[in-house]
C-alpha cells in the first residue's frame, strides 16, 4: 500500500502528454498511410519533455484500444495540466483507429469530466480532417463549430482542431503544419510564457497567414486551425519552472504584422 501511494504521489508530480497518433492501418483498411506521423511525434516527444511533461507515445492502436487508453489516462494522477494530441484520419466528430473503425471525440472529452481530473487543465490538439472541403483562402468564421460533440467537454477544457468542420488537413514527410507549427511556438520563450487562449490564436494566426500548400490541385489552399474552449481561469501551462512569476505580456498586435508565406507540398491528413 506505502509503495502504491509512493506511486500516486510521484505522477501527481508531473504534468502529463498523451500523444496517439494513427500512421499505418490494417489491411483492407480503405484509408491512405499517413507520412510525417513519426516527425509529429518525435518533435512533440522532445518539445514537451523540455517544458517539463511526462510524455507517453502510443502509434496505430485500433478504436477500442483508443477508448481503453483514454479512460485510463483520465483517472491518472497530474500535476496541473493534461495534454492529448489525437492525430489521424477522421470526419467532424470522430478519428479513425488503425482498424478503420470511428473514436467518437465526444466520448473521449467525457471521460475527463471527473473528480480526477476536477480543477485541472485539460488541452486537446486533434490533428485530422474534418471533411473534403480545401480551404481557398477565404476568411472561415472559426468560431463556427459542431456543438453536439462540445457538449461533452469538461469544464478547464480547450480544445483545438488543425481545420474547421468540414475542411481537410494537411500532411507530408516533414510533418502536420498544425502540429509542428504548435512546437515551434513552444520552443519560443516569448510564446511559452503566453496564457493558454493567447497561445492557442497565436497558432491559429501563424498557421492561417504563414502556410501555403504547393504542387499539384493543392497549390494554393491554406489552412485555419479553431479551437473552442471552457476554461474558466487563465492559465499558463508551458512556462518552465525557473521563469514562473516572470510571465511576460505580449501585445496581440504584434500578431498582426505582414509575414512571409512558406510552401509546403503537403498531402491530405
Known amino acids: 500500500m506505502l509503495q502504491s501511494r ?37 518533435t512533440l516527444h522532445r518539445t514537451l519533455s523540455k517544458l517539463g511533461f511526462k510524455v507517453e507515445l502510443h502509434n496505430d492502436l485500433n478504436s477500442e484500444e483508443i477508448y481503453e487508453l483514454f479512460l485510463e489516462e483520465s483517472r491518472r494522477p497530474v500535476k496541473e495540466c493534461f495534454l492529448a494530441v489525437l492525430s489521424s484520419h477522421g470526419e467532424e466528430d470522430h ?31 486533434v490533428q485530422a480532417c ?25 469544464v478547464d477544457t480547450a480544445v483545438m482542431y ?7 488537413a494537411f500532411m507530408n514527410p516533414a510533418g502536420s503544419v498544425f502540429l509542428q507549427t504548435f512546437c515551434n511556438l513552444l520552443n519560443d520563450e516569448n510564446s511559452q510564457n503566453l496564457e493558454l487562449t493567447r497561445l492557442l490564436t497565436r497558432l491559429s494566426h501563424r498557421v492561417a497567414y504563414t502556410f501555403q500548400a504547393k504542387g499539384g490541385g493543392l497549390a494554393g489552399k491554406k489552412e485555419m486551425p479553431c479551437f473552442m474552449t471552457r476554461m474558466t481561469r487563465e492559465v499558463f501551462p508551458f512556462v518552465k519552472t525557473e521563469n514562473e512569476g516572470g510571465v511576460s505580456g505580449i501585445s496581440a498586435t504584434s500578431l498582426v504584422g505582414p509575414k512571409k508565406v512558406r510552401t509546403r507540398t503537403p498531402s491530405i491528413s
Open 130 to 154: 474534418r471533411g473534403g472541403d480545401l480551404d481557398d483562402g477565404v476568411e472561415v468564421d472559426s468560431a463556427v463549430n459542431s456543438f453536439s460533440q462540445h457538449r461533452a467537454v469538461p
Open 95 to 125: 478519428v479513425f483507429g488503425a482498424d478503420g473503425k470511428p473514436v467518437q471525440l465526444s466520448q473521449i472529452f467525457a471521460y475527463f469530466d471527473n473528480d480526477y481530473m476536477e480543477d485541472k487543465t485539460k488541452l486537446f490538439l
Open 6 to 42: 509512493t506511486l500516486k504521489a510521484s505522477q501527481a508530480d508531473w504534468n502529463r502528454a498523451l500523444l496517439v497518433s494513427v500512421g499505418q492501418f490494417h489491411p483492407g483498411v480503405p484509408l491512405n498511410q499517413r507520412p510525417g506521423v513519426r516527425r509529429d511525434t518525435t
Open 162 to 168: 488543425a481545420t474547421p468542420p468540414g475542411y481537410a
